[in-house]
């Protein structure tokens, strides 16, 4: 029963499993290993609107720091909610979500304000991933930036990324190309967004977040669902056994530069300060004018204050 419902409502989310359903695929194609100019690559199925994957962002940051330099994060997105037609599971409308996002939030330790299914609810999650889509084609760097954007705009904003205001306020903090991003929204991203829902299709993903490790012959380790930082380590110490970790700094000035904002999980998972600290510790930074906070009704997210011109 749990996973017809999980299947039928795809913005209820198991944290448990760290699950966020789509309609079940029965396909389940081997992976063709494409051009790789690192010893291993990740296929990341995801959502702009799936919690389960914002819950997954620390240990997702901590990977990037560590083993970046192996590993090519290639991002998918897999379509979470087309529209609000199916009416199953007790999830008939928008406002039936707030609530569990907030749980949610509280399971993630990740700030989330479900509020936003009852003042400005979201349609479709399919104009913001187009939108990434069309970012990706300017800059895939960029775009990553971008879909982070639209993660804080949406889980402690409660902002409609949905809106073009909001995707082009998005794109432009992080130097984006508008007028280009409109006309490849308009265009080619929805060709690339239509190819990466039939690449989901035929990978058999059922749910988000999912991954897909795999190394130059096609061997690979999949990581469905929310896990703990070790299980992506593994699966990264099977596929490349040589691998070895590179070693960051962990001064939060370090952090701040690479990730202009971190909620109080993952400066702790980056930092290894414990997590009961970790906010006592970016809060004194705000109390030292070095970091502004913004506080949600789930929790915060810091950011590095910039210098004004």
């Not at 240990?59 to 979470?80: A, P």
């Not at 930036?145 to 082009?168: C, G, P, S, T, Y």
């Not at 999912?210 to 469905?224: A, L, P, Q, R, V």
Request: charged share 30%; with cysteine.
């Amino acid at each position: 029963m749990k996973n017809e419902t999980l299947q039928n409502n795809p913005l209820i989310c198991d944290p448990v499993e760290g699950i966020c359903g789509v309609p079940e695929n029965s396909a389940n194609k081997e992976i063709e290993v494409e051009k790789m100019e690192k010893p291993l690559k990740v296929v990341y199925f995801t959502d702009p609107i799936c919690s389960s994957c914002w819950g997954i962002e620390p240990q997702l940051r901590k990977l990037k720091l560590e083993y970046g330099n192996i590993i090519d994060i290639e991002y998918r997105m897999g379509g979470l909610l087309p529209d609000w037609k199916y009416n199953s599971g007790g999830i008939s409308k928008p406002s039936d979500v707030a609530h569990h996002w907030d749980e949610v939030s509280i399971y993630y330790d990740m700030p989330i304000d479900g509020d936003i299914w009852l003042e400005d609810p979201l349609e479709s999650s399919y104009p913001p991933s187009i939108a990434f889509k069309a970012a990706q084609l300017q800059d895939p760097e960029k775009a990553v930036l971008f879909l982070r954007e639209l993660r804080e705009m949406v889980f402690l904003q409660k902002k409609n990324i949905a809106k073009w205001e909001h995707i082009e306020a998005a794109a432009i903090k992080v130097g984006l190309d508008i007028r280009q991003l409109k006309t490849d929204f308009d265009g080619k991203a929805k060709v690339l967004f239509q190819e990466d829902l039939k690449l989901a299709k035929d990978f058999g993903v059922r749910g988000f977040p999912t991954m897909y490790f795999m190394d130059h012959s096609g061997n690979k380790e999949i990581i469905y669902g929310t896990k703990p930082y070790a299980f992506y380590e593994t699966a990264v110490l099977k596929l490349y056994p040589t691998a070895v970790k590179k070693e960051y700094k962990k001064e939060w000035q370090m952090l701040f530069s690479k990730y202009h904002s971190l909620t109080a999980k993952e400066f702790s998972e980056l930092s290894g300060i414990y997590r009961n600290e970790s906010e006592n510790v970016l809060d004194e930074l705000v109390t030292q004018k070095k970091l502004s906070k913004l506080t949600t009704k789930n929790g915060a997210i810091w950011m590095i204050k910039q210098n004004k011109k």
